[in-house]
């Protein structure tokens, strides 16, 4: 398993709320991804990263945001929450060099906003 | 991004039977990965398969990758409790971003 890493696991907010859901990773990958899944359905990817202070929006539309200011951290941020953030997001981190860009994803956070 | 399509999107099967889930692309695939989801859980990779008509094994799963790389299957033998999941396929870029299939649920009677 790799050693990544998001904090909570599981929240519950009230709708306006700024929320900051965590994402770190030890094994130094320069590309880091958000992704947002509903319960049993695909991955979406909201955000990513190829380094220090790269940020690009992913393929579907998000109202958060990110930032990437150490290679280890990944934030995302949602500065009023809404009742239809409520999903499941996903961080995930990939090594760099070579032609692998396997993706190794964090336990996730479990956001619910009433 | 150039999507992949996977099938079936549900299987139910009975302990001890095979599984099969195929994902297909439109356009030829640079790479295509798996994954796996547990019930609740997270993806986790199981393989990459990069050559035109590679097969690869880990135990009773037995990955394949089409000569034309525009498809690929994952096969389970005599399925096992364990194995209950949802799993993904998702092809590579040239940019680092995948793109994943829809995944098929697969769950299994004991």
């Known amino acids: 398993e790799a050693d990544i890493y998001q904090t909570p696991r599981y929240l519950v907010i009230g709708t306006g709320k700024k929320i900051t859901l965590e994402c770190s990773q030890t094994?130094?990958?320069?590309?880091m991804y958000w992704y947002q899944q509903d319960p049993g359905m695909e991955l979406h990817l909201i955000h990513y990263?190829?380094?220090?202070?790269?940020?690009e929006k992913g393929d579907l539309s998000s109202e958060s945001t990110v930032s990437r200011i150490r290679t280890e951290h990944f934030p995302l941020t949602l500065e009023s929450a809404r009742p239809s953030h409520t999903s499941q997001y996903l961080c995930?981190?990939?090594?760099?060099?070579?032609?692998?860009?396997?993706?190794?994803f964090g336990p996730g956070t479990r956001l619910t906003v009433l | 991004g150039q999507q992949v399509m996977q099938i079936p999107q549900y299987q139910h099967v009975q302990e001890g039977e095979d599984f099969t889930t195929y994902c297909n692309s439109s356009t030829t695939l640079s790479n295509i990965q798996w994954y796996k989801q547990r019930p609740g859980g997270h993806p986790v990779f199981l393989i990459q398969?990069?050559?035109?008509?590679e097969v690869k094994k880990q135990k009773r799963l037995t990955f394949q990758f089409g000569e034309a790389k525009k498809n690929s299957s994952l096969h389970i033998t005599a399925t096992q409790t364990t194995d209950v999941g949802t799993y993904f396929c998702?092809?590579?870029?040239?940019?680092?971003?995948?793109?994943f299939g829809k995944g098929t649920l697969l769950t299994v009677n004991p």
């Open positions: 990263s190829y380094g220090v202070n790269s940020t």
């Open positions: 094994m130094g990958h320069d590309k």
């Open positions: 998702a092809r590579g870029g040239s940019n680092y971003k995948l793109t």
């Open positions: 995930a981190s990939s090594p760099s060099g070579g032609s692998s860009d396997t993706q190794y």
């Open positions: 398969l990069v050559k035109s008509g």
